[in-house]
Nanobody
Framework: QVQLQESGPGLVRPSQTLSLTCTVS??????????WGWIRQPPGEELEWMGA???????YYSPSLKSRASISRDTSKNQFTLQLKSVTPVDTAVYYC????????????WGKGTLVTVSS
């Protein structure tokens, strides 16, 4: 069974960079046709797809976040990382790392999520 675990700071100051890492167990992030992504949910709002990295290393981003978001990976550690630049309190949310198979439409595995608060 694939497991995903988010890690990173729970508090980030405005204008700084939010950085979260997802550690994947029982499944390689380089296995063909799997995508590894990030989804967030601000308090009281709907889920928002942020972006994903494919088994090949190709990356895809939400148009609304493309200028600030970056997803990378460390295949030796079976991890992928989200960086979000110039955060504001609006970026406060529960952040989930997820897995997709073949398309980034419906995630089949989710991490438990981690709350990141942007505040001074």
């Amino acid at each position: 069974q694939v497991q995903l675990q988010e890690s990173g700071p729970g508090l980030v100051r405005p204008s700084q960079t939010l950085s979260l890492t997802c550690t994947v167990s029982s499944g390689s992030i380089t296995t063909d046709y799997y995508y590894w992504g990030w989804i967030r949910q601000p308090p009281g709002e709907e889920l928002e797809w942020m972006g994903a990295i494919a088994w090949s290393g190709s990356t895809y981003y939400s148009p609304s976040l493309k200028s600030r978001a970056s997803i990378s990976r460390d295949t030796s550690k079976n991890q992928f990382t989200l960086q979000l630049k110039s955060v504001t309190p609006v970026d406060t949310a529960v952040y989930y790392c997820v897995r997709y198979h073949r398309t980034v439409i419906a995630a089949d595995y989710w991490g438990k999520g981690t709350l990141v608060t942007v505040s001074s």
